[in-house]
């Protein structure tokens, strides 16, 4: 194989050097296989690369692009800088390694000596999916004694994850190449064709299998255009969806009682009084924890282990030993009277879908089998995300769909999660140095605040911090004046870069060497190899924190040979399915599976990470915010309240097909098939306003405002207007899309893990400021 | 016989353009121009505009080089015999040192597939990836694509992909009034 790559000619630059296979991971999630063919040193072509399972071989516009134009653009970082001028003047002078170092260093022990270690501030985000780029900050913070930033909240990711955390302990999908066996997809803002297109190709299988498809997004996207039926919803009302679906489902008895009883905890009694749940030491004094259910068999309460049949409806009078009586209702009763308010009409009158395809499409994912349910992040980027997920799941629960193959509440697969969540202590923390954690999502707060403790100096890696955080501009007022040290390690000149004391140049992953990846999309394991050498000076992300301890004399820590350090962190991390790759099968495949139950089915054992030991669909821990039971809450910024009513439009920042956030949209390959960025608003919007295609107009709310030129257009519900994600400042003639959003907290998320960046959840209101120009 | 065609699935092709960049990175050392584009159902390259008034909509797109026509216009423009309809494969042949780069061929092409080339002052057009075929791989459009909406080979062949393709599913040709019989067939979106 290898030979006959190396043989093929390539039009006018003849046979390749070398083909070498390494890993594209831009944080699309689909970490494919890439062969690099490379001639004098440049990679003059890439093909994908094939796997030791076949159906995997796939590569798309932005890998091509990321190979071809990102190593040698003419903004690429090639040596470390320095600034010359005012923050942000473009003014740079080119310093050696030794400078750069031992100018970071001076501030890094000034701001030590002065306000403690932890005033050393670092961030890392997932522009890169190796091992080591995503966990070497960290690291390097842990060494420092400095503060960690946590990434889970500004991923904008974490809503659904602690959604699917609080009702299942967790969450993860059926093998999406076990698509083509569903006949049912009900794909819920997970837009597979534009941000998934690696995995598009199962989906299609299904198609040609008889699946019917159906697509819920407030935008005809990629994916809607495929399915059988567009569910066009009002942004962030997925929950008001779901509760008109659940209404139809149990009016219509469509669900699936036994397994409801068997594997929820719905049948759980709870209490009248308090909403809590009834529990045997309410009734016996001394008895246990244990959750209690009404068996119909004995008409006693009792332990969900010992009942014959525990009821799932009804009210009943619980006799105390102590003669008292405590009157209680099963979790479904409870929840019923939430979803029972929710008629398709009532629904519909809030996520905007008529309330006939609710019905229809409830009893249609109802009545199928097998039903694929695939949500991603779409629908949870809005204050209560977590709700979304939580609605979806107890969808198919009811419809006895999780654990089950060919079915589920499907999100991502793969080994990403175990990467970012099950840090290699003796790796992250050598010698047991550890640093502090604060949120991520409080960043600024922190840094302007100095509470609890004071930022004076912040350094972020893979990250693009202006145009994917939602406050890079009250960074740039009032965030960075407080800071004497900001640095940023980039590939290019990007806008955070701009504004950076120090700016180190870090390599592309063709031209690093030994790390591997795990990714989402798939259970491979594969291993990031050289494919040409970096570009100018550039380092990895390892190498530039190495420096900077050997230039501080303590780089004792910091002194491993690549090749040992790989095989070290796979073999000794602490997810067990990564530990057992064989590493010489990875040395000599570049890649391989790792030993996973197949086919992957997500809780085919039934059991589930949570109390109980069910899927927690009730749950009282939340009864303080009135979410004990699935509740409908409007989005933060909802165009049925008062600040919608001011800012009449939903403005989504939508994923593409085009870039990964940030990363590709500087490509010439990608912007001459994207043109220039773009505001889709529905014609009946667009009408009274006066706004035509081709028209610049200012999207504005009391965050903060940009200039766009519009594009009326179909695709995108009236009241929404949407534009892709990831244009970088440069691209607009004023402002940015991130200067209009925002992080309020979350008190219930903070409570489980972070609140979560709700990037979706901006209103705004748009006005005509010119005509078709430049 | 044997005659090479494309058999392109519109039900497939998601209009990621991942055809174009492909055919440009394979084809970019020589001479730059784009080979293949990627137009939506209202034949926009760009701003894509799906049919219909929300929320009843329909988009589908189309990836379009040349077509190998068999009675290929350009072929009978050109004046210099720089292309030609290949027997042995039915590919029209582009021989760009026999091209004077009069523009007659692109004038006549009811595709709009091929292009002048200002650095080499001749025509370009797809070349089904000649250089390619033979080493047991397909057209760089064809590799590159994620969902495999491209396909190759011979449709004289039954056995081929293509072939089967085109007996099991709907198809039809662009611009059949044109005569030229072109040798890309469409399935069904």
Known sequence: ?774 | MTQQAFVIDLKHCIGCDTCVVGCKMEHEQVDGAPRIRVTDSRDQPVMETPRGSYPNLQQYWVPTMCHNCVDAPCVKACPTVALWRRDEDGVVVLDKDKCVGCQRCAEACPYEALHFDGETGTANKCDTCAHRIGLETQPMCALVCPTNAISYGDIDDPEAQVSRLLATREHQILGASSGARPQIYYLEP
């Open chain 1, 1 to 774: 194989m290898t030979t006959s790559l190396e043989d093929r000619i390539i039009p006018g630059v003849g046979k390749p050097d070398r083909v070498v296979r390494t890993v594209c991971s831009p944080n699309c999630t689909g970490c494919c296989g890439i062969n690099t063919f490379v001639k004098d040193d440049r990679i003059v072509k890439v093909e994908p690369a094939s796997f030791v399972e076949p159906g995997y071989e796939r590569i798309c516009i932005k890998g091509i692009a990321m190979a071809m134009e990102r190593l040698h653009h003419p903004d690429r970082l090639t040596h470390p800088l320095i600034r010359a001028g005012e923050r942000g003047g473009g003014e740079w002078r080119r310093v050696s390694w030794d400078e750069a170092y031992d100018y970071i260093a001076e501030r890094l022990t000034a701001n030590a000596e002065r306000f403690g270690p932890e005033s050393n501030a670092f961030v890392t985000m997932s522009g890169n999916y190796g091992f080591k780029a995503l966990t070497v900050a960290q690291r390097a913070a842990n060494c420092l004694g400095g503060t960690i930033l946590s990434e889970a909240g500004l991923t904008s990711d974490l809503g659904g994850v602690m959604g699917a955390l609080m009702t299942m302990g967790g969450a993860g999908s059926n093998e999406h190449r076990d698509l083509k066996h569903a006949k049912y997809l009900l794909f819920v803002g997970r837009n597979i064709a534009d941000t998934n297109h690696s995995e598009m190709h199962f989906l299609l299988e299904a198609l040609h299998a008889g699946a019917k498809l159906v697509a819920v997004d407030p935008r005809f996207s990629r994916t809607a255009a495929k399915a059988d039926e567009w569910v066009s919803i009002e942004p962030g009302t997925d929950v008001a969806m779901v509760l008109g679906m659940l209404n139809v489902i149990v009016r219509e008895e469509l669900f699936k009682p036994d397994y409801v009883r068997a594997h929820t905890n719905l049948p759980f009694l709870v209490r009248d009084d308090d909403g809590a749940m009834l529990r045997e030491k309410d009734i016996v004094a001394g008895g246990s924890w244990d959750l209690l259910v009404w068996d119909e068999a004995t008409q006693r309460p009792m332990s969900a282990a010992q009942a014959v049949r525990p009821a799932l409806r009804g009210s009943f009078t619980i006799d105390t030993a102590d003669g008292g009586e405590i009157a209680c209702r099963t979790a479904f009763d409870r929840s019923w009277d939430v979803w029972s308010e929710f008629t398709p009409q009532h629904a519909s009158s809030i996520c905007g879908v008529p309330a006939e395809q609710i019905e229809r499409v409830a009893r249609d994912y109802a009545t199928a089998d097998p039903a694929w349910l695939h949500v991603s992040t779409g629908n949870q980027r809005y204050g209560n995300g977590h709700t979304a997920w939580r609605a979806w799941i107890t969808l198919a629960a009811l419809c006895g769909n999780i654990g089950k193959q060919y079915a589920g509440f499907n999100s991502d697969e793969g080994l990403l999660t175990s990467v970012l969540t099950k840090p290699l202590d003796a790796w992250v923390a050598p010698g047991g140095k550890r640093g502090r954690h604060h949120r991520g999502t409080k960043m600024m707060d922190l840094i302007v605040s100095e509470q609890p403790y004071a930022i004076k100096s912040l350094w972020t890696t893979c990250y693009g911090f202006a145009t994917q955080s939602p406050f890079f501009k009250r960074f740039l007022a009032e965030g960075l004046p407080r800071l004497d040290l900001f640095v940023v390690s980039e590939q290019m000149m990007t806008p955070a870069a701009e504004y950076a004391d120090v700016v180190l140049p870090v390599v592309s992953y063709y031209e690093d060497d030994w790390d591997w990846v795990a990714g989402f999309q798939h259970y491979f394991v594969q291993l990031r190899r050289r494919t040409v050498p970096p570009i100018g000076e550039s380092r990895n992300d390892y190498d530039i924190f190495a420096g900077l301890f050997e230039r501080m004399g303590k780089g004792e820590d910091w002194r491993h040979d690549p090749e040992q350090l790989c095989e070290y962190t796979l073999k000794n991390h602490p997810d067990p399915l990564i530990s057992a790759v064989d590493w010489e099968t990875l040395k000599r495949e570049g890649n391989a599976m790792v030993p996973l139950m197949r086919p992957h089915i997500p809780f085919r054992d039934m059991k589930f990470m949570t109390s109980s030991g069910r899927i927690e669909l009730y749950q009282e821990q939340f009864r303080a915010f009135g979410e004990e039971a699935l509740a409908w809450k409007e989005p933060l910024e909802s165009r049925r309240t008062d600040i919608g009513r001011k800012f009449p439009f939903s403005l989504i920042t939508y994923k593409h097909v085009h870039s990964t956030h940030s990363t590709h949209l500087m490509l010439p390959m990608i912007t001459d098939q994207l043109g220039r960025p773009g505001l889709e608003v529905n014609p009946a919007d667009a009408a009274p306003r006066g706004i035509a295609t081709g028209d610049l107009v200012e999207v504005f709310n009391k965050r903060g405002s940009f200039r766009i030129h519009v594009q009326v257009v179909d695709s995108v519900r009236p009241g929404t207007i949407a534009m892709p994600q990831g244009w970088w400042q440069r691209a607009f003639v004023h402002g940015h899309p991130s200067d209009l959003g925002h992080i309020p907290a979350n008190a219930l998320q903070d409570a489980i893990i972070e609140t979560n960046y709700p990037a979706y959840d901006v209103a705004a209101d748009i006005i005509r400021v010119g005509d078709n120009a430049a």
